[in-house]
Structures are given as C-alpha cells and as structure tokens.
C-alpha cells in the first residue's frame, strides 16, 4: 500500500514527550507506523533566522519533518490569519474577526514555503493528508508545484454558513484552494451543507450526486467524518485513574458535595463567561445547591498572545471572582477555575468523579471532552453530560442534555435537571451515548477518511 504523508500545523515528534500524545496524535501515528510515512508540518516554535531545510526525526517507519517559523510569520500566519481571522468567522465570531492584509500574505507566504519544502521529500505515489484551517492553500500550492497525488484535506472547526463565509474577503481564493484537494472531510452534516451551498450557489459549482462536487474545474469529494476518540484506552484509563493522586485529593476535598466539570482551551468559542453566568443563575434560581454543589472548570491558556484571548482570560477571572465573592462560604466555594491543563489520563478520573459534564461551546467543530466524558463514566453509576446544542458532538450524542448555551435560564434548568436524575435515567442515557461514541471512534474516522482517499482514482476524479 503506498506511503502516507501527514500534514498539520502541529506535529506530534516522539521526542516532545507524553505531553504531547493526545488521542489525534496517536492515531495519525498509528496510520503513520501501518505502510510508512512522514508528519510534516510546524515545529512550535520560533527562530529569528529559521533554519531553510526542515528537521527530522526518523523514527523509523515514520519521518518526523518540522519547520521553525520566524516571529514575523507567526505573527501573520497562526496568530494573525488563523487565528483572528479564521477561526472566529468558523466559529461564527463576525464581531471579532480581523480582515488584515498583511496577515493574509503571511499566511499564503507560511503555505507556499511548507508546500516548496514538502514537495522535494515526497514520491509519486504518496497519499497526502492535510489537516485544519492553518492549510487551507496546502493543496494548491502543491497543485502548482506539478504534485498530482491524491490529496485529503480535514476541517476540524465548523464551517460557516454561506452568509458567514462570504465576510471574508479572500473567500473565493480559499474555496477554490479547497476544491484542489480530491476529498475534503467535515465534522457534520451541517458543515458539509454549508460548503455545499456556498460551492454551488456562490460559485455556480455543480452537486454530481454521492458526496461529489464540481466545481473551479475540478471533480471533488466532500463527505462527513466525525473524529472520536480512543474509547476503549479511556474507558481502561479512567478505571485506574480514580487512584490517581490528583483525583483522590478531589474526591477527599469534595467529601459529600457533588462536582460539575468543564475542561476547555480558555478560547471565546468555548462559551465559558456564559457558562459561568449560567451556573450562578443556576445558584440563583435554586438555592439549595448552594454549599453543596461547585463548578471544576480546568481552563489552560491556549493562543495567549492574540489580543482577544488575553481579554476572555481576564473576563473570566473577574466573573469567578465575582461569584466566589457572592456567593461562597469558608467551607464553600461555587467555582474552582484552574487556568491549568492536566494530563488526559488525570481527566478521566476528574471526569468519573465529576456528577455533571458541562460542555457548552458556542460553536464547536466537535469537542473531544464531550466523548471523552461519557467513555470515562462509571458504567453503574454514570454522570450527566449537559451539551450544547452547537457543539459538532451534540449531532452524535442526541441523549446529552442539549442545551442552548446562549441563554443561561435553560442550562441552569438543565443542570439542576441534571442533578437530580434518576440512576434508570442516567444509564439510559449513557447506553445510547456510549453506543455513539463507539460508532465514531478514532480508529474508524481515520480508516473511513483514508480508505476514501485511497479509492481516489490515479490522477484524480479528473477535470470538469
Ligand atoms: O493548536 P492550537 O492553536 O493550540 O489549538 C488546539 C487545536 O484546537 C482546535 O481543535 C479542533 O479539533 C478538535 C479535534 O478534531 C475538535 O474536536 C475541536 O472542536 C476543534 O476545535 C484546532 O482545530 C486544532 O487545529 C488545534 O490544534
Ligand atoms: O488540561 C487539559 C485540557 C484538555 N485536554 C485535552 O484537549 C483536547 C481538547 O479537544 P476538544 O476537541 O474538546 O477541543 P479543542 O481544544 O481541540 O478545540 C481533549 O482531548 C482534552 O482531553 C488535555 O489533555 N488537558
């Protein structure tokens, strides 16, 4: 079977440490070690004067190949197009997205340089992976290089209904970047709608039947892929991890009171001010909680040099402040925000300690916590997951309580609803989610992409 090359923004290197190896990396990994391959991408870090030709690492069958970036494409690149540009209009944000033009060239300039350095590295027959909005121009650069190998593109966030998409002004540019791939992948159904509709309406593109798009002179792929998770590796880990130190002090500290969690990148997609608005009307509106019951929100700093980051960090430092001051006792306090990460397998015990899983992004391309809550539950005592409606998984996990994360009087409902659930309840609805969750696993997402691609005929689908 021919060689795999993967290519993200970030790349997973054996030598990074455990840190590092979440469930994604692990499985691109895996996919990686079966025939072969290369993970290419950005290092994570930066160099006044980056180094021309890529890192390696061979471990072998797998080539590890990183590229530093200098500050200025960080700048332009991650921080200023990805990620105050892209990602807030994926994720619906028009009031926070920065339409600059510098930053734009940066980050075609940071595609084309990834995309000249790949190019000598690959052989003909090699099936190339991309993954997320950093690469969008990946395959075009490619394209324009003479590479005519089969070419997958994933899209981890949302992606935006037409109306959205048409804001950006370089949208033409990166939906014909897009139909340079031979299949691109999407979280679900609505997101797929949305590229469809935008192809076909917008750019007069052509819907062939069986998921095939033809548009910009191209025949395309663009299917639904839901990402999961390693379910069994965690339903084993989070057994064990109830010995964890850091999960025996939780339990020994909450003695009777019942704990809710939230375990979020401090990102504004995430919906957290809301969340803990929601929780203090939830205080408010049923006030024999209060003392007995706390929110555990596990927030790492993540993207900490983009302005609107630095801003939610210090919005939510002054709302847990503000409702601890309120509403807290000497023995009591309602919130417990830790702007902290921890390792996965230390999550698995906080969440089968945890009664409730609060996940209520405002927009989400999946969200990994919601899966990985329901697979760390104890399958005779199973907690709640409360779910927002706009979260990708909330397609999947249907027996969630969905929640509208916008309006804090439903999730309050929600979490005292939540709470006070019978055991009947609780297994019903954690059968039907587990059922989900195993459907959509990650080795599955990644054998269904690849396999997809793999069919792709030599030379593509071919032009229109
Ligand atoms: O690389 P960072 O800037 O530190 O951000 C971390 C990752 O965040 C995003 O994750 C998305 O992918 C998840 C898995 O498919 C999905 O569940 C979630 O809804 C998405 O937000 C981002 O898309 C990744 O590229 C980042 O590496
Ligand atoms: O302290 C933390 C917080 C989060 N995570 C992991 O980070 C991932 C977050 O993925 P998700 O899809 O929920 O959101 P993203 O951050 O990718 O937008 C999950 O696998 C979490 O277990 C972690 O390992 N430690």
Excluded at 153 to 162: D, E, G, I, R, V
Excluded at 292 to 314: D, F, H, N, T, W
Excluded at 334 to 356: D, Q, S
Excluded at 384 to 399: I, N, P, Q
């Amino acid at each position: 079977m021919s060689r795999l090359v993967v290519v993200s923004n970030r790349v997973a290197v054996p030598d990074d440490g455990p840190a590092r190896a979440g469930g994604l990396a692990v499985a691109l990994r895996e996919a990686l070690q079966e025939n072969g391959g290369i993970w290419f991408g950005w290092s994570g870090k930066t160099a006044v004067r980056p180094a021309e030709e890529p890192a390696v690492t061979e471990a072998p069958p797998v080539t590890y190949a990183t590229l530093d970036l200098s500050r200025c494409d960080h700048q332009e690149y991650y921080n200023g197009f990805a990620n105050r540009t892209l990602w807030p209009l994926f994720h619906y944000r028009l009031d926070l997205a920065d339409f600059n033009r510098q930053d734009y060239t940066g980050y075609l300039r940071v595609n084309t340089h990834f995309a000249e350095k790949l190019q000598p590295l690959l052989r003909a027959t090699d099936d190339i992976w991309v993954h997320d909005y950093h690469l969008i121009p990946f395959a075009s650069e490619l394209r324009r290089l003479g590479v005519a190998n089969r070419i997958g593109f994933f899209l981890h966030t949302p992606f935006p209904a037409m109306e959205v998409f048409l804001a950006l002004p370089s949208h033409e540019r990166l939906a014909r970047s897009l139909c340079a791939y031979d299949v691109v992948g999407f979280q679900t159904m609505n997101d797929l709608r949305a590229f469809q509709d935008y192809i076909v309406h917008e750019q007069g593109g052509e819907f062939l039947g069986d998921n095939m798009l033809r548009a910009f002179g191209r025949t395309l792929r663009a299917e639904v892929y839901p990402i999961g998770i390693e379910v069994e590796a965690m339903q084993r880990t989070a057994a064990h991890a109830m010995q964890e130190p850091a999960v025996r002090r939780l339990i020994k500290h909450m003695g009777e009171r019942r704990l809710m969690i939230g375990v979020d990148r401090l990102d504004y997609s995430k919906g957290i001010p809301e969340r803990f608005r929601s929780f203090e009307r939830f205080l408010e509106k049923f006030p024999s909680h209060q003392g007995s019951v706390s929110l555990m929100q596990i927030a790492p700093v993540s993207r900490g040099e983009v302005p609107e980051y630095k801003a939610i960090r210090s919005e939510l430092e002054h709302l847990a402040g503000h409702i601890n001051g309120v509403y807290g006792e000497l023995d009591w306090m309602p919130i417990r925000y830790l702007n902290k990460g921890f390792p996965r397998e230390t999550l698995t015990g906080f969440y089968r300690a945890c009664r409730v899983g609060v996940v209520t992004p405002l927009r989400d391309g999946m969200n990994l916590v919601a899966k990985e809550y329901v697979a760390s539950q104890n399958p005779h005592e199973p907690g709640v997951l409360v779910l927002s409606r706009f979260a990708g998984a909330a397609r999947e996990l249907d027996a969630a309580v969905l929640v509208n994360p916008f309006d804090h009087e439903n999730v309050a409902d929600a979490l005292n609803r939540a709470l006070a659930m019978s055991l009947e309840e609780r297994t019903e609805r954690w059968e039907a989610m587990m059922q989900k969750v195993h459907d959509s696993s990650l080795d599955k997402w990644r054998e269904r992409f690849l396999s997809v691609l793999r069919a792709v005929p030599e030379g593509g689908y071919g032009a229109a």
